[in-house]
């Protein structure tokens, strides 16, 4: 059974850093695609970052610059390390995997991120 755990989330000052951390079980995740999204209330969720099997990366513009996606196949887990922290990314913090074999998706259950000005 596939598992993705995040961990890492919390309140922090506009200004600051927090590391969020997606641990996957049950699969070896370097195979896979994996990335962060995010979602605010009342708001659709979106992508923030993703990283392929090769560790590629893309970013939302809205985090360029401030965010950087990272994965370690040896611990099966992604991170995702936030700095200068802004009250609009104020959101639950959410990490997917796509299986490359035959792009089945998993979702982990979220981590929330606060932000306060």
């Known amino acids: 059974q596939v598992q993705l755990v995040e961990s890492g989330g919390g309140l922090v000052q506009a200004g600051g850093s927090l590391r969020l951390s997606c641990a996957a079980s049950?699969?070896?995740?370097?195979?896979?695609?994996m990335a962060w999204y995010r979602q605010a209330p009342g708001n659709q969720r979106e992508l923030v970052a993703h990283?392929?099997?090769?560790?590629?990366?893309n970013y939302a513009d809205s985090v360029k610059g401030r965010f950087t996606i990272s994965r370690d196949n040896a611990k099966n887990t992604m991170y995702l390390q936030m700095n200068s922290l802004k009250p609009e990314d104020t959101a639950v913090y959410y990490c997917?995997?796509?299986?490359?074999?035959?792009?089945?998706?998993?979702w982990g259950q979220g981590t929330q991120v606060t932000v306060s000005s």
């Open positions: 997917k995997l796509t299986r490359v074999l035959d792009g089945r998706e998993y």
């Open positions: 049950g699969i070896t995740s370097r195979f896979s695609a």
């Open positions: 990283i392929d099997s090769r560790s590629s990366t």
